[in-house]
């Protein structure tokens, strides 16, 4: 039997120094900067900038649609031949280099913000997905809950460092300030560079690397991998069920996470000081909700918290739409002179407990669900799952914003979270980890 054993401290904050500098991407490129700057600027449709949103979703989904066919078979090629950190470094460098070409993105070459998006996303949406994959080896199943909590608490920590820069040396995104804030791309890439540094010097590759048989390929033996655990899939029944989940809630987050800086802009109207602020306010609640909600998730349950941390997102959503409408009705029945930009903040700080509880609890449950041999590949599967869920949302949102106008279109939101509440009450989490224990005993193989 394969025992789960803590890993050193060193390795564990090497692992999570990861999240720590791919964080910077997250937030600059897809969050606060970058998308805000595509959308008003770049194209610059004003006044709805509907072709804006629209493009920045198609990007955005095409890049997801390249992950969900590569993730699932790299991850059974790094489990055969026990080459996740490889793996990870090609992922890690594309998007270094992606990431920094963005500089070159300007008004008028629209299709080369696009193409450098698509690029640059997608090499980094691979590396959530093989670093996650580390996750089932630095420690027994009752500590999983806390690593993943700190690495993605860590992560937002990594973010706001990230950020400070831009916010207050690159200065606002407007078309008056493009030849400073242009430099986001590089800024990124080289934040991004330099902080994961420690994760390829400290965190180690399990696992024994087999030989190919003859005539055999890696892709053949990575898509022949794939296929048996898809075949097999009935046999972790519950890790299949939570996959539906996370596809329904990854696909409202990754509308958050793409459209709230831009909501802000084009709905809400904020000051910059505002937007500041709020970054400030949603990084630090995140981190709390992530390392928090990690020592919970150890004391009631990965899946019970997953499911809380859905109840906060419907709360978070509804808070949201209802932002203008709270402001105008504390001023007309309560004489308080509360503009929706202030609202918006209090509802940040909902929004941010719930991001980082929500993504850190279903990667410690896939972790869970994962025998140690084919981590990677289940993790692969997890990444397919999450970037499918991103195609199908930021097309859904991007078609409907078309239509309705953003503030309408993110009500779609709600429905994406109530469906995987439901869909995970069919999860069992003590027969998900039975299951996966019994695979790494020998008891059952494939």
Same mark, same amino acid.
């Given at each position: 039997?394969?025992?789960?054993?803590?890993?050193?401290?060193?390795?564990?904050?090497?692992?999570?120094?990861?999240?720590?500098?791919?964080?910077?991407?997250?937030?600059?490129?897809?969050?606060?900067?970058?998308?805000?700057?595509?959308?008003?600027?770049?194209?610059?449709?004003?006044?709805?900038?509907?072709?804006?949103?629209?493009?920045?979703?198609?990007?955005?989904?095409?890049?997801?649609?390249?992950?969900?066919?590569?993730?699932?078979?790299?991850?059974?090629?790094?489990?055969?031949?026990?080459?996740?950190?490889?793996?990870?470094?090609?992922?890690?460098?594309?998007?270094?280099?992606?990431?920094?070409?963005?500089?070159?993105?300007?008004?008028?070459?629209?299709?080369?913000?696009?193409?450098?998006?698509?690029?640059?996303?997608?090499?980094?949406?691979?590396?959530?997905?093989?670093?996650?994959?580390?996750?089932?080896?630095?420690?027994?199943?009752?500590?999983?809950?806390?690593?993943?909590?700190?690495?993605?608490?860590?992560?937002?920590?990594?973010?706001?460092?990230?950020?400070?820069?831009?916010?207050?040396?690159?200065?606002?995104?407007?078309?008056?300030?493009?030849?400073?804030?242009?430099?986001?791309?590089?800024?990124?890439?080289?934040?991004?560079?330099?902080?994961?540094?420690?994760?390829?010097?400290?965190?180690?590759?399990?696992?024994?690397?087999?030989?190919?048989?003859?005539?055999?390929?890696?892709?053949?033996?990575?898509?022949?991998?794939?296929?048996?655990?898809?075949?097999?899939?009935?046999?972790?029944?519950?890790?299949?069920?939570?996959?539906?989940?996370?596809?329904?809630?990854?696909?409202?987050?990754?509308?958050?996470?793409?459209?709230?800086?831009?909501?802000?802009?084009?709905?809400?109207?904020?000051?910059?000081?505002? %937007? !500041? +602020?709020?970054?400030?306010?949603?990084? *630090?609640?995140?981190? $709390?909700?992530? #390392? &928090? /909600?990690?020592?919970?998730?150890?004391?009631?349950?990965?899946?019970?918290?997953?499911?809380?941390?859905?109840?906060?997102?419907?709360?978070?959503?509804?808070?949201?739409?209802?932002?203008?409408?709270?402001?105008?009705?504390?001023?007309?029945?309560?004489?308080?002179?509360?503009?929706?930009?202030?609202?918006?903040?209090?509802?940040?700080?909902?929004?941010?407990?719930?991001?980082?509880?929500?993504?850190?609890?279903? %990667? !410690? +449950?896939?972790?869970?669900?994962?025998? *140690?041999?084919?981590? $990677?590949?289940? #993790? &692969? /599967?997890?990444?397919?799952?999450?970037?499918?869920?991103?195609?199908?949302?930021?097309?859904?949102?991007?078609?409907?914003?078309?239509?309705?106008?953003?503030?309408?279109?993110?009500?779609?939101?709600?429905?994406?979270?109530?469906?995987?509440?439901?869909?995970?009450?069919?999860?069992?989490?003590?027969?998900?980890?039975?299951?996966?224990?019994?695979?790494?005993?020998?008891?059952?193989?494939?």
């Amino acid at each position: 039997m394969t025992t789960r054993t803590r890993a050193p401290a060193r390795e564990i904050l090497g692992w999570a120094m990861f999240d720590f500098a791919n964080s910077s991407y997250t937030l600059l490129i897809i969050t606060v900067v970058f998308g805000d700057l595509f959308t008003r600027v770049i194209v610059g449709d004003a006044p709805d900038y509907r072709l804006g949103n629209l493009l920045w979703s198609l990007a955005l989904a095409v890049s997801y649609l390249m992950v969900v066919i590569a993730s699932p078979v790299a991850g059974a090629i790094m489990d055969y031949r026990a080459s996740r950190k490889r793996f990870l470094f090609a992922s890690y460098a594309l998007t270094v280099v992606t990431t920094a070409m963005l500089y070159w993105a300007a008004p008028g070459y629209a299709w080369i913000g696009m193409v450098l998006l698509i690029l640059s996303n997608f090499a980094f949406a691979l590396g959530e997905s093989f670093i996650a994959s580390f996750l089932p080896g630095l420690g027994p199943p009752e500590d999983l809950g806390k690593i993943s909590g700190f690495g993605w608490a860590l992560g937002y920590i990594g973010g706001m460092v990230a950020a400070l820069f831009v916010l207050f040396v690159l200065g606002e995104v407007s078309a008056e300030n493009f030849a400073r804030i242009r430099w986001v791309g590089p800024w990124t890439a080289l934040f991004f560079l330099v902080a994961a540094i420690p994760t390829f010097l400290w965190v180690r590759e399990r696992g024994t690397p087999r030989p190919l048989p003859p005539g055999a390929s890696l892709v053949g033996i990575g898509v022949s991998r794939v296929r048996q655990t898809l075949a097999h899939l009935r046999q972790h029944r519950d890790l299949a069920v939570l996959l539906i989940a996370v596809f329904f809630s990854m696909s409202g987050i990754s509308i958050v996470i793409t459209y709230a800086f831009i909501y802000g802009a084009q709905v809400i109207g904020w000051d910059a000081s505002v %937007r !500041t +602020l709020m970054f400030v306010l949603v990084q *630090l609640t995140a981190a $709390a909700g992530a #390392f &928090g /909600f990690g020592y919970i998730q150890d004391r009631i349950g990965a899946l019970r918290t997953y499911i809380l941390t859905l109840a906060m997102w419907i709360l978070a959503i509804l808070l949201i739409y209802l932002t203008p409408s709270i402001a105008e009705l504390a001023h007309d029945r309560l004489g308080l002179d509360w503009q929706a930009q202030y609202v918006f903040l209090v509802v940040g700080c909902v929004a941010g407990a719930s991001l980082g509880a929500c993504q850190s609890t279903t %990667r !410690t +449950l896939v972790g869970l669900f994962s025998p *140690l041999s084919r981590s $990677a590949e289940m #993790f &692969g /599967f997890w990444g397919l799952s999450m970037k499918l869920a991103g195609v199908f949302g930021l097309l859904a949102i991007g078609l409907l914003q078309a239509v309705f106008g953003l503030r309408q279109a993110l009500l779609f939101c709600l429905a994406l979270f109530a469906v995987a509440m439901l869909v995970a009450r069919h999860v069992d989490e003590s027969r998900g980890r039975a299951v996966a224990q019994a695979h790494d005993a020998g008891l059952k193989e494939w």
